[in-house]
T-cell receptor, first 110, second 117 residues
Framework: QKEVEQDPGPLSVPEGAIVSLNCTYS??????FMWYRQYSRKGPELLMY????GNKEDGRFTAQVDKSSKYISLFIRDSQPSDSATYLC??????????FGGGTRLMVKP | NAGVTQTPKFQVLKTGQSMTLQCAQD?????MYWYRQDPGMGLRLIYY???????DKGEVPNGYNVSRLNKREFSLRLESAAPSQTSVYFC????????????????FGSGTQLSVL
Protein backbone atom coordinates (compact mmCIF):
# COMPACT_ATOMS: atom_id res chain seq x y z
CA GLN A 1 0.00 0.00 0.00
CA LYS A 2 1.29 3.42 -0.92
CA GLU A 3 1.76 5.83 1.95
CA VAL A 4 -0.16 8.59 0.15
CA GLU A 5 -3.11 7.76 -2.09
CA GLN A 6 -4.97 9.95 -4.57
CA ASP A 7 -7.69 9.25 -7.10
CA PRO A 8 -5.97 9.79 -10.47
CA GLY A 9 -9.08 11.28 -12.10
CA PRO A 10 -9.50 13.01 -14.43
CA LEU A 11 -11.90 15.24 -12.57
CA SER A 12 -13.84 17.43 -15.00
CA VAL A 13 -15.77 20.46 -13.75
CA PRO A 14 -17.33 23.55 -15.34
CA GLU A 15 -15.71 26.94 -14.89
CA GLY A 16 -16.77 28.58 -11.62
CA ALA A 17 -17.35 25.30 -9.77
CA ILE A 18 -15.95 24.51 -6.35
CA VAL A 19 -13.38 21.74 -6.66
CA SER A 20 -12.50 19.27 -3.93
CA LEU A 21 -9.30 17.27 -4.29
CA ASN A 22 -8.52 14.62 -1.70
CA CYS A 23 -5.74 12.42 -0.41
CA THR A 24 -5.47 9.75 2.23
CA TYR A 25 -2.26 8.78 3.95
CA SER A 26 -1.19 5.91 6.17
CA UNK A 27 1.89 7.23 8.00
CA UNK A 28 0.80 8.54 11.41
CA UNK A 29 4.14 10.32 11.79
CA UNK A 30 3.36 12.80 9.00
CA UNK A 31 3.19 16.32 10.39
CA UNK A 32 3.68 18.46 7.30
CA PHE A 33 1.47 18.40 4.25
CA MET A 34 1.86 20.05 0.89
CA TRP A 35 0.01 20.46 -2.35
CA TYR A 36 1.94 20.83 -5.57
CA ARG A 37 0.42 21.83 -8.90
CA GLN A 38 1.87 20.40 -12.11
CA TYR A 39 0.99 21.69 -15.55
CA SER A 40 1.42 19.41 -18.55
CA ARG A 41 5.09 18.87 -19.46
CA LYS A 42 6.24 21.03 -16.55
CA GLY A 43 7.73 20.40 -13.14
CA PRO A 44 5.54 20.62 -10.02
CA GLU A 45 5.31 23.92 -8.15
CA LEU A 46 4.38 24.35 -4.49
CA LEU A 47 0.83 25.59 -4.05
CA MET A 48 0.05 25.19 -0.35
CA TYR A 49 1.84 24.06 2.78
CA UNK A 50 0.21 23.16 6.10
CA UNK A 51 1.42 21.88 9.44
CA UNK A 52 -0.61 19.38 11.46
CA UNK A 53 -4.41 19.56 11.46
CA GLY A 54 -6.60 22.48 10.48
CA ASN A 55 -7.27 24.76 7.55
CA LYS A 56 -5.12 27.17 5.61
CA GLU A 57 -6.47 29.62 3.07
CA ASP A 58 -4.67 31.39 0.25
CA GLY A 59 -6.88 33.28 -2.17
CA ARG A 60 -9.18 30.80 -3.93
CA PHE A 61 -7.37 27.82 -2.40
CA THR A 62 -8.01 26.18 0.97
CA ALA A 63 -5.98 23.27 2.30
CA GLN A 64 -7.48 21.11 5.03
CA VAL A 65 -5.85 18.39 7.10
CA ASP A 66 -7.71 15.96 9.33
CA LYS A 67 -5.07 13.91 11.13
CA SER A 68 -7.64 11.83 13.01
CA SER A 69 -8.87 10.34 9.73
CA LYS A 70 -5.57 10.79 7.85
CA TYR A 71 -7.33 12.84 5.19
CA ILE A 72 -5.98 15.81 3.23
CA SER A 73 -8.12 18.08 1.05
CA LEU A 74 -7.59 20.97 -1.31
CA PHE A 75 -10.57 23.15 -2.19
CA ILE A 76 -10.54 25.50 -5.16
CA ARG A 77 -13.27 28.16 -5.27
CA ASP A 78 -14.43 29.79 -8.51
CA SER A 79 -12.34 27.37 -10.57
CA GLN A 80 -10.78 28.69 -13.77
CA PRO A 81 -9.57 26.94 -16.93
CA SER A 82 -6.06 27.97 -15.86
CA ASP A 83 -6.49 25.67 -12.82
CA SER A 84 -6.45 22.66 -15.17
CA ALA A 85 -3.44 20.69 -14.05
CA THR A 86 -2.41 17.67 -12.01
CA TYR A 87 -2.47 18.22 -8.26
CA LEU A 88 -0.04 16.26 -6.10
CA CYS A 89 -0.39 15.97 -2.37
CA UNK A 90 2.59 15.11 -0.19
CA UNK A 91 3.30 14.40 3.44
CA UNK A 92 6.36 14.11 5.62
CA UNK A 93 7.55 13.99 9.19
CA UNK A 94 10.31 16.19 10.56
CA UNK A 95 13.73 15.48 9.14
CA UNK A 96 12.46 13.03 6.59
CA UNK A 97 11.82 12.99 2.87
CA UNK A 98 8.60 13.99 1.17
CA UNK A 99 6.22 11.22 0.13
CA PHE A 100 4.05 12.14 -2.84
CA GLY A 101 0.71 10.82 -3.94
CA GLY A 102 0.18 9.82 -7.56
CA GLY A 103 -1.66 13.04 -8.43
CA THR A 104 -5.19 13.93 -9.52
CA ARG A 105 -5.72 15.41 -12.95
CA LEU A 106 -8.19 18.31 -12.95
CA MET A 107 -9.88 19.72 -16.04
CA VAL A 108 -11.87 22.95 -15.77
CA LYS A 109 -14.00 23.51 -18.85
CA PRO A 110 -15.00 27.04 -20.01
CA ASN B 1 15.38 33.96 -14.25
CA ALA B 2 16.16 30.32 -15.17
CA GLY B 3 15.66 28.54 -11.80
CA VAL B 4 16.37 24.83 -12.33
CA THR B 5 17.55 23.80 -15.79
CA GLN B 6 17.61 20.20 -16.96
CA THR B 7 19.16 18.77 -20.11
CA PRO B 8 18.24 17.01 -22.28
CA LYS B 9 14.44 17.37 -22.43
CA PHE B 10 13.96 14.11 -24.33
CA GLN B 11 16.15 11.04 -24.76
CA VAL B 12 15.73 7.60 -26.26
CA LEU B 13 18.21 4.89 -25.26
CA LYS B 14 18.69 1.26 -26.11
CA THR B 15 18.93 -1.25 -23.30
CA GLY B 16 22.48 -1.29 -21.93
CA GLN B 17 23.42 2.21 -23.07
CA SER B 18 24.61 4.78 -20.59
CA MET B 19 23.81 8.45 -20.25
CA THR B 20 24.03 11.37 -17.85
CA LEU B 21 21.20 13.75 -17.08
CA GLN B 22 22.39 17.22 -16.24
CA CYS B 23 20.85 19.66 -13.77
CA ALA B 24 21.87 23.17 -12.77
CA GLN B 25 20.24 25.72 -10.47
CA ASP B 26 21.00 29.42 -10.24
CA UNK B 27 19.25 30.15 -6.91
CA UNK B 28 22.27 29.41 -4.69
CA UNK B 29 20.35 26.54 -3.09
CA UNK B 30 22.11 24.11 -0.82
CA UNK B 31 20.08 20.98 -1.48
CA MET B 32 19.38 19.23 -4.77
CA TYR B 33 17.29 16.18 -5.64
CA TRP B 34 16.57 13.73 -8.42
CA TYR B 35 13.04 12.29 -8.71
CA ARG B 36 11.39 10.01 -11.19
CA GLN B 37 7.69 10.23 -12.04
CA ASP B 38 5.75 7.27 -13.34
CA PRO B 39 2.00 7.12 -14.09
CA GLY B 40 0.04 6.56 -10.88
CA MET B 41 3.22 6.27 -8.80
CA GLY B 42 3.79 9.91 -7.98
CA LEU B 43 7.25 11.36 -7.58
CA ARG B 44 9.82 9.02 -6.06
CA LEU B 45 13.16 10.23 -4.76
CA ILE B 46 16.18 8.61 -6.40
CA TYR B 47 19.08 10.48 -4.79
CA TYR B 48 19.58 13.76 -3.04
CA UNK B 49 22.42 16.04 -2.04
CA UNK B 50 21.80 17.95 1.17
CA UNK B 51 24.85 20.12 0.58
CA UNK B 52 27.82 20.43 -1.72
CA UNK B 53 30.05 17.40 -1.31
CA UNK B 54 27.39 15.03 0.05
CA UNK B 55 24.98 12.63 -1.63
CA ASP B 56 22.53 10.10 -0.20
CA LYS B 57 20.18 7.44 -1.50
CA GLY B 58 16.49 8.05 -1.72
CA GLU B 59 13.63 5.61 -2.16
CA VAL B 60 14.65 4.10 -5.54
CA PRO B 61 18.45 4.43 -6.04
CA ASN B 62 19.19 1.11 -7.76
CA GLY B 63 20.62 1.50 -11.26
CA TYR B 64 21.59 5.16 -10.76
CA ASN B 65 24.59 7.16 -9.65
CA VAL B 66 24.87 10.85 -8.93
CA SER B 67 27.53 13.52 -8.74
CA ARG B 68 27.26 16.87 -6.99
CA LEU B 69 29.77 18.62 -9.19
CA ASN B 70 29.57 21.94 -7.34
CA LYS B 71 26.88 23.93 -5.56
CA ARG B 72 25.04 24.62 -8.82
CA GLU B 73 25.18 21.26 -10.57
CA PHE B 74 23.86 17.79 -9.76
CA SER B 75 24.01 15.05 -12.38
CA LEU B 76 22.28 11.68 -12.60
CA ARG B 77 23.94 8.80 -14.43
CA LEU B 78 22.43 5.61 -15.78
CA GLU B 79 25.33 3.21 -16.32
CA SER B 80 23.38 0.47 -18.12
CA ALA B 81 19.87 1.59 -18.98
CA ALA B 82 16.95 -0.82 -18.59
CA PRO B 83 13.36 -0.56 -19.85
CA SER B 84 12.22 -0.21 -16.21
CA GLN B 85 14.03 3.14 -16.16
CA THR B 86 11.68 4.58 -18.76
CA SER B 87 10.23 7.55 -16.89
CA VAL B 88 10.14 11.30 -16.55
CA TYR B 89 13.04 12.55 -14.44
CA PHE B 90 12.87 15.74 -12.43
CA CYS B 91 15.65 17.60 -10.75
CA UNK B 92 14.75 19.88 -7.86
CA UNK B 93 16.50 22.20 -5.45
CA UNK B 94 15.72 23.83 -2.12
CA UNK B 95 17.27 26.31 0.26
CA UNK B 96 17.24 23.77 3.06
CA UNK B 97 20.71 24.02 4.60
CA UNK B 98 20.83 20.43 5.71
CA UNK B 99 18.65 17.40 5.95
CA UNK B 100 15.08 18.06 4.92
CA UNK B 101 14.26 21.25 6.76
CA UNK B 102 10.66 21.16 7.85
CA UNK B 103 9.27 23.89 5.61
CA UNK B 104 11.44 23.41 2.58
CA UNK B 105 10.00 24.46 -0.74
CA UNK B 106 11.16 22.42 -3.67
CA UNK B 107 11.82 24.13 -7.00
CA PHE B 108 11.56 21.71 -9.92
CA GLY B 109 13.00 21.72 -13.40
CA SER B 110 10.84 20.94 -16.44
CA GLY B 111 11.86 17.31 -16.60
CA THR B 112 13.61 14.86 -18.92
CA GLN B 113 11.44 12.32 -20.69
CA LEU B 114 13.53 9.16 -21.04
CA SER B 115 12.55 6.08 -23.03
CA VAL B 116 14.63 2.90 -22.86
CA LEU B 117 13.89 0.43 -25.64
Amino acid sequence: QKEVEQDPGPLSVPEGAIVSLNCTYSNSAFQYFMWYRQYSRKGPELLMYTYSSGNKEDGRFTAQVDKSSKYISLFIRDSQPSDSATYLCAGRNAGNMLTFGGGTRLMVKP
Amino acid sequence: NAGVTQTPKFQVLKTGQSMTLQCAQDMNHNSMYWYRQDPGMGLRLIYYSASEGTTDKGEVPNGYNVSRLNKREFSLRLESAAPSQTSVYFCASSEAPGHFATNEKLFFGSGTQLSVL
